[in-house]
């Protein structure tokens, strides 16, 4: 069974940094891409970034709301992914989901997700 | 950036009915579309990709199409649980984006 558990939110100030975990577990970690995307409370769902696996550079892509103050790295040896946040605003105030990206017909998606993890940004 | 317009933002059902929700890409996306239910306070769920494809476990109740601009997502009859809101997600480009999400309620 796909597992994903975020940590790390909590409430922190802005120009504050936090470091979001993601533990996976059910499946070949290593072989997927893996995404972060995000929820404001009462808003709807905002793709954060993406993290490619090690066949591709891990390379990764960020939303330009995040570019240059988020960064997303991962550890397979750990079966782990990482969101690193600094700089951070009031508006980075969500529910922070990880998820699995599945390969078909050229194109990768989100198919499991975590059950997220709040991040207030708050003075 | 691609961005995705839904239609409508709430829809008010009864059990039973055949319901559609409409997603319009503002450029083409061939089939790069994936479609999501979420209930409160839980993560999203993967229904649809590749614009039609069925997730594995979802009801056949639920069905997608189109291509290009204009994609539908179908429940052919509302269920209890299926009261929820729905996302589609383009994939086609960086960023991704996320249309901004119909609210299925109870008529």
């Known amino acids: 069974e796909v597992q994903l558990v975020e940590s790390g939110g909590g409430l922190v100030q802005p120009g504050g940094s936090l470091r979001l975990s993601c533990a996976a577990s059910?499946?070949?970690?290593?072989?997927?891409?893996m995404d972060w995307v995000r929820q404001a409370p009462g808003k709807g769902l905002e793709w954060v970034g993406r993290?490619?696996?090690?066949?591709?550079?891990?390379?990764?892509e960020h939303a330009a709301s995040v570019k240059g103050r988020f960064t997303i790295s991962r550890d397979d040896s750990k079966n782990s992914l990482y969101l690193q946040m600094n700089s951070l605003k009031t508006e980075d105030t969500a529910v922070y989901y990880c998820?699995?990206?599945?390969?078909?017909?050229?194109?990768?998606?989100?198919?499991?997700w975590g059950q997220g993890t709040l991040v207030t940004v708050s003075s | 950036d691609i961005q995705l317009t839904q239609s409508p933002s709430f829809l008010s059902a009864s059990v039973g009915d055949r319901v559609t929700i409409t997603c319009r890409a503002s450029q083409g996306i061939s089939s790069s579309l994936a479609w999501y239910q979420q209930k409160p306070g839980k993560a999203p769920k993967l229904l649809i990709y590749t614009a039609s494809t069925l997730h594995s476990g979802v009801p056949s109740a639920f069905s997608g199409s189109g291509s290009g601009t204009e994609f539908t997502l179908t429940i052919s009859s509302l269920q209890p649980e299926d009261f929820a809101t729905y996302y589609c997600?383009?994939?086609?480009?960086?960023?991704?984006?996320f249309g901004g999400g119909t609210k299925v309620e109870i008529k």
């Open positions: 997600l383009q994939l086609n480009t960086y960023p991704l984006t």
């Open positions: 993290i490619r696996k090690n066949a591709n550079s891990y390379t990764t």
């Open positions: 998820a699995r990206a599945k390969y078909d017909s050229r194109v990768f998606f989100p198919d499991y």
């Open positions: 059910g499946f070949t970690f290593s072989d997927h891409y």
